[in-house]
């Protein structure tokens, strides 16, 4: 089945700064890849999504990059805030419909210092 | 806007014992999930269910049974509980493409 890798699993950065998640997924057959963000003691939070059929989306201070032929993706977030300390979840799936499954990463634990 | 509960947030139990974990969402949604998350290993899927009385495996579903008897609601039950299992199962379900997660239980076994 589908497996996600994330990299790397921890990092920290000081206010202001960027930061740069990695994630690399193995079913060419996903085409559907959301991300969601968990911050310390509160729900898992959808941040943004990407469609195969894409290779860039912004919201805001995220950036999403997209390569399907290398089976990878890469979260962006630009001048970091303390708010934005949180763990974040890459997934993919192979729909993006209604009852759609989703594989996770095991996470990139971000912590930004004031 | 909508919620969803899950109960309880935090359950102790004791070896071999079942143990049942309880969803309610007010969303309306069809399609609800139970994920396991342990540190680590991030999110796993146990079960979930497309409509009411539907249930579907997921990766993790040995040890697990489910129940949809309503469509707001999504019950879990580990079978046996494994000893010094400790970790979080989390409910969500699904609008459009965006899933909603509940705040957790958090699981120990002594």
């Known amino acids: 089945g589908e497996q996600v890798e994330q990299l790397p699993s921890s990092l920290i950065v000081q206010e202001g700064a960027s930061v740069l998640i990695n994630c690399s997924y193995t079913d060419s057959a996903s085409v559907y890849f959301p991300w969601y963000k968990q911050e310390p003691g509160k729900r898992l939070q959808f941040i943004i999504d990407i469609r195969s059929n894409m290779e860039r989306k912004q919201n805001q201070r995220l950036t999403l990059l997209f390569d399907k032929k290398t089976k990878h993706l890469s979260l962006h977030i630009t001048a970091t805030q303390p708010g934005d300390s949180a763990i974040y979840f890459c997934s993919a799936s192979l729909t993006n419909s209604a009852g759609n499954k989703l594989t996770f990463g095991i996470g990139t634990r971000v912590l930004v210092r004031p | 806007g909508g919620i969803i509960t899950q109960t309880p947030k935090f359950l102790i139990g004791q070896e071999?014992?079942?143990?049942?974990?309880?969803?309610?969402?007010?969303?309306?949604?069809?399609?609800?999930?139970?994920?396991?998350?342990?540190?680590?290993?991030?999110?796993?899927?146990?079960?979930?269910?497309?409509?009411?009385?539907?249930?579907?495996k997921g990766d993790l579903s040995e040890g697990y049974d489910a129940s949809r008897e309503k469509k707001s609601s999504f019950s879990l039950t580990v079978t046996s509980a494994q000893k010094n299992e400790m970790a979080v199962f989390l409910c969500a379900s699904i609008r459009g493409r965006e899933q909603y997660f509940g705040p957790g239980t958090r699981l120990t076994v002594l």
Request: aromatic fraction near 14%.
């Open chain 2, 16 to 56: 071999g014992q079942k143990l049942t974990l309880k969803c309610q969402q007010n969303f309306n949604h069809d399609t609800m999930y139970w994920y396991r998350q342990d540190s680590g290993k991030g999110l796993r899927l146990i079960y979930y269910s497309i409509t009411e009385n539907d249930l579907q």
